[in-house]
């Protein structure tokens, strides 16, 4: 354990921030296999819902510095040609 005081805080914060980013990272996660799910069961209405509130928790993310930019970007497009694919069908 840290001695000096600074450090005490420092601990205390990153732990917090630790917290909170994980359940950041958890609830985007929750959200794109809800997408997935919709698009494994042909409803295109619900995905697309699920689509735009999953692309807005990796949006956030994103703002808030959880996720990569990159890595959301990656993810949006791969949810929109899977979603595009399946309104296709």
Same mark, same amino acid.
């Given at each position: 354990?840290? =001695? ?5 805080? $420092?601990? @205390?914060? /990153?732990? *917090? @921030? $630790?917290? @909170? =980013? !994980?359940?950041?990272? /958890? $609830? #985007? @996660? ?8 919709? #698009? ?5 209405? #619900?995905?697309? !819902? ?5 692309? /807005?928790? +990796?949006? $956030? ?5 959880? +996720?990569?930019? =990159?890595?959301?970007?990656? *993810? ?6 899977? +979603?595009?694919? +399946?309104?296709?069908?």
């Amino acid at each position: 354990m840290a =001695n000096i005081k600074s450090a005490i805080k $420092r601990v @205390r914060t /990153s732990e *917090k @921030r $630790r917290e @909170r =980013n !994980q359940s950041a990272k /958890s $609830r #985007v @996660r929750t959200m794109v296999r809800t997408f997935e799910e919709a #698009v494994a069961s042909g409803e295109t209405s #619900v995905a697309a !819902q699920r689509f735009a509130q999953a692309s /807005s928790a +990796l949006d $956030r993310a994103v703002s808030k510095g959880i +996720l990569h930019k =990159n890595m959301a970007a990656r *993810k949006k497009s791969r949810m929109a040609s899977r +979603l595009t694919s +399946l309104s296709a069908e």
